[in-house]
């Protein structure tokens, strides 16, 4: 089938290279014109793993293209909607400018019976605004939200969990074809309206975003109590209801999705006047904030009390590993904190480094991980690389470092092999 997508960011990069990858004939469309170039060159502009190599065989076969002109979505029977819907600069709602854009620039090229589906996550309401400008032209309006984690992206795209479409049965019944590879899996495929479509995206995020802050909450209270949050968490999550998946107590979530998504849904939730419905939400965000906060504090205590040019290594700046997204990222924040209170902060992540210099030119990298440890008084590991996790060795790191006060912001490290070579442990929530 002959496919648009429409923003070709995280999200519809992978989209569109993934819907080539099972047959279909996609063209991508962004406004960003270096992205675009990239693209089409096979190139991801942005780290994800196999996505290069999904790229660079949809372009090499035809069947993928890209292009920065919108006139090119002509012809296409489906095209997703796949552009940001980035927090406002002035508040906690969505911005819906580049949604309302796409679409408003797409009409004059779409014919009547065209599918327009939407992938961006939206406040509730979002689609039946639109269907109406939609329909103006004889095209249909479905929302099709997206469940994708980054560093899983493509597999998450081709063997999603599930597949929820909100809009009428003649395109949920193209959107069956689109999907055909999923369909024939069985993955569980969900016809409903708009608002449900819309919802699910936003409660599926809040769900774990709240899962996160429950965990981390509890850290809290093992702080004061001697208790150890990582036992507690398998302990509650060998039961099968509530399960062990995102109850990794740490500095948090940040990323691109949970923190804005959670604000957006409070903002809309008060602007329909059910704001005390997911009044929750702000004590999810606020628990969240806290434990960076928390983060720092270990370090300065960890340090006696002042971390005033002492020098702190910063293992990791993306938000989560897998990814060199440093989106409202965990990492970084605490790694500016740091910086703020006067420590020589030296960051180092085997992906994100690019993007963290950009965005914060005034902290000091380090091109690897025994570079920042070299001469360091204090290591924080805040994002859970599998090179800080599991292949630093507390001996190696003693080499390396001139203090021996390590803080785990992610729980990942084992105390007791740590305290065992002679560190100060500090984590979240353990004793
Ligand atoms: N990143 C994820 O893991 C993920 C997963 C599920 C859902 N989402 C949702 O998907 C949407 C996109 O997220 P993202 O992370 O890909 O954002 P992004 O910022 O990486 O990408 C958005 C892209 O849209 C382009 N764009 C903006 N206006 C345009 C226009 N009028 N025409 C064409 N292109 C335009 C931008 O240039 C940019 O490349 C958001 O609503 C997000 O919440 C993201
Ligand atoms: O036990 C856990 C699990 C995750 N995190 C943090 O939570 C954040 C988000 O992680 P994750 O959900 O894996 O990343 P995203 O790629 O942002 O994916 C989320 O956001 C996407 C965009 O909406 C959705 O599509 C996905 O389903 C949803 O998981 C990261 O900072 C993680 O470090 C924790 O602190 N503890």
New binding site residues.
């Given amino acids: 089938m002959k496919l648009s997508v429409?923003?070709?960011?995280?999200?519809?990069a992978v989209h569109a290279a993934a819907m080539a990858s099972i047959g279909h004939e996609v063209v991508g469309?962004?406004?960003?014109e270096r992205?675009i170039e990239a693209l089409a060159a096979g190139k991801a502009p942005f780290f994800e793993p196999g996505l290069d190599e999904l790229l660079a065989e949809g372009v090499a076969s035809g069947r993928l293209r890209f292009s920065s002109d919108?006139a090119d979505a002509a012809g296409a029977a489906v095209h997703f909607i796949?552009?940001?819907?980035p927090q406002t600069k002035d508040g906690d709602a969505a911005d819906l400018r580049?949604v309302n854009?796409?679409v408003e620039?797409l009409l004059p090229h779409l014919a009547p019976g065209d599918i327009v589906a939407g992938?961006?996550?939206v406040p509730v309401g979002t689609a039946a605004r639109l269907a109406e400008a939609v329909e103006s032209v004889g095209a249909e309006l479905v929302w099709n939200p997206?469940?994708?984690?980054?560093g899983w992206?493509v597999e998450d795209t081709v063997s999603p969990d599930r597949i929820v479409v909100g809009g009428g049965a003649r395109a949920a019944d193209v959107l069956r074809e689109v999907y055909h590879t999923a369909v024939a899996t069985e993955t569980p495929f969900i016809v409903t309206n708009y608002a449900t479509a819309e919802l699910v995206k936003v409660a599926a995020n809040a769900f774990l975003a709240t899962k996160i802050s429950f965990i981390n909450a509890m850290a809290e209270i093992a702080e004061v109590t001697g208790a150890d949050v990582t036992q507690l968490a398998d302990a509650i999550g060998h039961d099968n209801r509530i399960g062990r998946r995102f109850l990794g107590a740490g500095i948090g979530f940040g990323g691109?999705?949970l923190p804005k998504?959670i604000r957006a849904f409070s903002a809309r939730a008060e602007e329909l006047g059910r704001g005390e419905s997911v009044s929750f939400l702000r004590e999810v965000d606020a628990i969240n904030l806290r434990r960076r906060e928390r983060a720092v504090q270990l370090v300065v205590d960890g340090l006696g009390g002042s971390v005033h040019r002492k020098r702190v290594a910063v293992l990791g700046a993306a938000f989560k590993p897998h990814s060199d997204d440093i989106r409202d990222s965990p990492a970084l924040d605490v790694a500016t904190r740091l910086h703020g209170l006067g420590a020589d902060v030296v960051v180092t992540d085997p992906a994100a480094l690019e993007n963290a210099r950009r965005v914060h030119p005034q902290l000091d990298y380090a091109a690897d991980r025994d570079e920042a440890l070299r001469g360091a008084d204090a290591v924080v590991v805040v994002t859970e690389w599998d090179e800080y996790r599991r292949q630093l060795s507390p001996e190696h790191a003693a080499g390396l470092a001139a203090g021996r006060v390590v803080v785990d912001g992610r729980n990942c490290l084992d105390a007791d092999t740590w305290r065992a070579a002679g560190w100060t442990y500090l984590g979240m929530g353990r004793p």
């Fill in positions: 429409i923003g070709c960011g995280y999200l519809g469309i962004d406004v960003d992205k919108l796949a552009v940001g819907t580049f854009a796409a620039g992938k961006s996550t997206e469940f994708l984690r980054e992206a691109g999705c998504d």
